[in-house]
């Protein structure tokens, strides 16, 4: 196979990241149909990436046999169901977080991939992320020395919707930010984590206390590694800053800091000896290069028949990660990974 050809199922703010990635950024794939149940959806992006097969249904889209792979960027009670079919039809399969609504939905997504032999890739872009990869390779050389801890944060800026509130439902910024958190500390320390503790509040939303007693927008995580390294997560939604995605990694002889919250390497000074640096507002803006360098991972896993960098297995595991974390918060206790359904 020289050159992949890709069906984006998904063409939303998400989907349409993944779309621009494909339209031109990957050498070795071309993106040649949408799909969407939005008629709306379907019309902006085929205006914009102009595609040979435009879909309202998925199933059909499966039917076509010029298709190789598809990018999954769904609702996430919807990836199951798509990713099976899309196995079943032997198509390569791109999914993004969170992998399922239950690690049985993600075992039985990876065992399909694996009974079709196609590849299953999960979206945890920050793994291709230059910073954090940097980070990950300090690693791994010594330069610090054994690592001893792992600090992750993710706050952003959106204002929560209506069904985020029902964190039953939602998990919270626990599971809308901290899931690609969770990854990245289980990619650093390079094994599983025993048991963790978390807990949230609501600051920001009080007039939705009443009615969803259970909701929180500030979560922070201590996590026990098997290994015996100690990882800390904070999580936040609707703060007013901007967007915040940093890492830092403590060794026995030295520390990495990964990130930063600056949009830029501008600094302003005012005449009122103030200092004045842009923030970063968006995601989509900070992880841009990381969206095209995954797809191109993705693509060249299917190209040279190799394994997926993010599996299947990763995208279960940050699930099961997530559903600790919100089991903590809900009982106000310290949950051990044993606890939470596999």
């Given at each position: 196979?020289?050159?992949?050809?890709?069906?984006?199922?998904?063409?939303?703010?998400?989907?349409?990241?993944?779309?621009?990635?494909?339209?031109?950024?990957?050498?070795?794939?071309?993106?040649?149909?949408?799909?969407?149940?939005?008629?709306?959806?379907?019309?902006?992006?085929?205006?914009?990436?102009?595609?040979?097969?435009?879909?309202?249904?998925?199933r059909?889209?499966?039917?076509?046999?010029?298709?190789?792979?598809?990018?999954?960027?769904?609702?996430?009670?919807?990836?199951?169901?798509?990713?099976?079919?899309?196995?079943?039809?032997?198509?390569?399969?791109?999914?993004?977080?969170?992998?399922?609504?239950?690690?049985?939905?993600?075992?039985?997504?990876?065992?399909?991939?694996r009974?079709?032999?196609?590849?299953?890739?999960?979206?945890?872009?920050?793994?291709?992320?230059?910073?954090?990869?940097?980070?990950?390779?300090?690693?791994e050389?010594?330069?610090?020395?054994?690592?001893t801890?792992?600090?992750?944060?993710?706050?952003?800026p959106?204002?929560?919707?209506?069904?985020?509130?029902d964190?039953?439902?939602?998990?919270g910024?626990?599971?809308?930010?901290?899931?690609?958190?969770?990854d990245?500390?289980?990619?650093y320390?390079?094994?599983?984590?025993?048991?963790?503790?978390?807990?949230?509040?609501?600051?920001?939303?009080?007039?939705?206390?009443?009615?969803?007693?259970?909701?929180?927008?500030?979560?922070?995580?201590?996590?026990?590694?098997?290994?015996?390294?100690?990882?800390?997560?904070?999580g936040?939604?609707?703060?007013?800053?901007?967007?915040?995605?940093?890492?830092?990694?403590?060794?026995?002889?030295?520390?990495?800091?990964?990130?930063?919250?600056?949009?830029?390497?501008?600094?302003?000074?005012?005449?009122?000896q103030?200092?004045?640096i842009?923030?970063?507002?968006?995601?989509?803006?900070?992880?841009?290069d990381a969206?095209?360098?995954?797809?191109?991972a993705?693509?060249?896993?299917?190209?040279?028949?190799?394994?997926?960098?993010?599996?299947?297995?990763?995208?279960?595991?940050?699930?099961?990660?997530?559903?600790?974390?919100?089991?903590?918060?809900?009982?106000?206790?310290?949950?051990?990974?044993?606890?939470?359904?596999?």
């Amino acid at each position: 196979m020289n050159k992949v050809r890709v069906c984006l199922i998904g063409c939303g703010r998400a989907g349409m990241i993944h779309a621009r990635s494909y339209a031109g950024n990957v050498k070795r794939a071309e993106l040649i149909a949408l799909c969407d149940p939005s008629e709306e959806n379907l019309k902006t992006a085929q205006e914009e990436v102009e595609v040979p097969y435009v879909y309202t249904d998925y199933r059909d889209a499966l039917k076509n046999e010029e298709i190789d792979a598809v990018i999954v960027v769904t609702p996430t009670k919807f990836h199951h169901e798509i990713v099976v079919a899309a196995a079943n039809a032997g198509k390569h399969v791109f999914c993004e977080k969170p992998m399922a609504e239950s690690t049985k939905e993600c075992d039985e997504m990876i065992e399909a991939c694996r009974a079709n032999k196609v590849k299953l890739q999960i979206g945890f872009m920050r793994r291709f992320d230059r910073n954090f990869r940097r980070g990950k390779e300090l690693i791994e050389s010594g330069a610090i020395g054994q690592v001893t801890s792992l600090r992750s944060n993710t706050h952003g800026p959106s204002e929560p919707k209506e069904w985020m509130f029902d964190v039953r439902h939602s998990y919270g910024p626990i599971g809308e930010v901290n899931s690609h958190d969770f990854d990245t500390l289980r990619w650093y320390a390079g094994c599983e984590v025993k048991s963790l503790y978390a807990i949230g509040h609501n600051f920001r939303s009080p007039e939705m206390a009443e009615k969803y007693p259970e909701y929180y927008d500030t979560c922070q995580t201590i996590l026990e590694f098997e290994n015996g390294i100690i990882g800390t997560i904070s999580g936040a939604q609707y703060v007013k800053y901007g967007y915040d995605a940093r890492a830092e990694i403590l060794g026995t002889k030295g520390i990495v800091k990964v990130g930063t919250q600056q949009a830029n390497a501008v600094e302003t000074t005012t005449a009122d000896q103030r200092n004045i640096i842009d923030s970063v507002t968006s995601w989509r803006n900070l992880f841009a290069d990381a969206y095209v360098a995954e797809a191109n991972a993705f693509v060249n896993c299917i190209v040279d028949e190799t394994e997926p960098e993010v599996n299947g297995q990763d995208g279960k595991m940050a699930l099961m990660l997530v559903n600790a974390g919100l089991k903590s918060i809900l009982e106000k206790r310290p949950v051990k990974i044993t606890e939470v359904e596999e």
